[in-house]
């Protein structure tokens, strides 16, 4: 069993940035692939990054080039760097660790793009 934790989530302005954080209770976190996830209200949860633990990355079409995913295993972390926020990026955002048909997800944090 792994347990996430995210933070990080807030109000911000459009154009303005954040960082989200989620962290692992795994001391096998380097072998999970890690992803992001975000669902707005009214809609399903949609694929923001994912990182394998080789760190190759992936990223929806919407957030390419302004969202980058990192990870820290010796801090059993994942990091969702956000620029250039936009309205329609407001949305509690997931993350969840994955491998071999196995995934846990974290509770969420909000985030919130708004003038």
């Given at each position: 069993?792994?347990?996430?934790?995210?933070?990080?989530?807030?109000?911000?302005?459009?154009?303005?940035?954040?960082r989200l954080s989620c962290s692992a209770s795994t001391n096998r976190f380097s072998i999970?692939?890690?992803?992001?996830?975000?669902?707005?209200?009214?809609?399903?949860?949609?694929?923001?990054?994912?990182?394998?633990?080789?760190?190759?990355?992936?990223?929806?079409?919407?957030?390419?080039?302004?969202?980058?995913?990192?990870?820290?295993?010796a801090k059993n972390t994942v990091y969702l760097q956000m620029n250039s926020l936009k309205?329609?990026?407001?949305?509690?955002?997931?993350?969840?660790?994955?491998?071999?048909?196995?995934?846990?997800?974290?509770?969420?944090?909000?985030?919130?793009?708004?003038?």
């Amino acid at each position: 069993q792994v347990q996430l934790v995210e933070s990080g989530g807030g109000l911000v302005q459009p154009g303005g940035s954040l960082r989200l954080s989620c962290s692992a209770s795994t001391n096998r976190f380097s072998i999970y692939s890690m992803g992001w996830y975000r669902q707005a209200p009214g809609k399903q949860r949609e694929l923001v990054a994912t990182i394998t633990s080789i760190d190759n990355t992936n990223y929806a079409d919407s957030v390419k080039g302004r969202f980058t995913i990192s990870r820290d295993n010796a801090k059993n972390t994942v990091y969702l760097q956000m620029n250039s926020l936009k309205v329609e990026d407001t949305a509690v955002y997931y993350c969840k660790a994955f491998k071999s048909g196995n995934e846990y997800w974290g509770q969420g944090t909000q985030v919130t793009v708004s003038s």
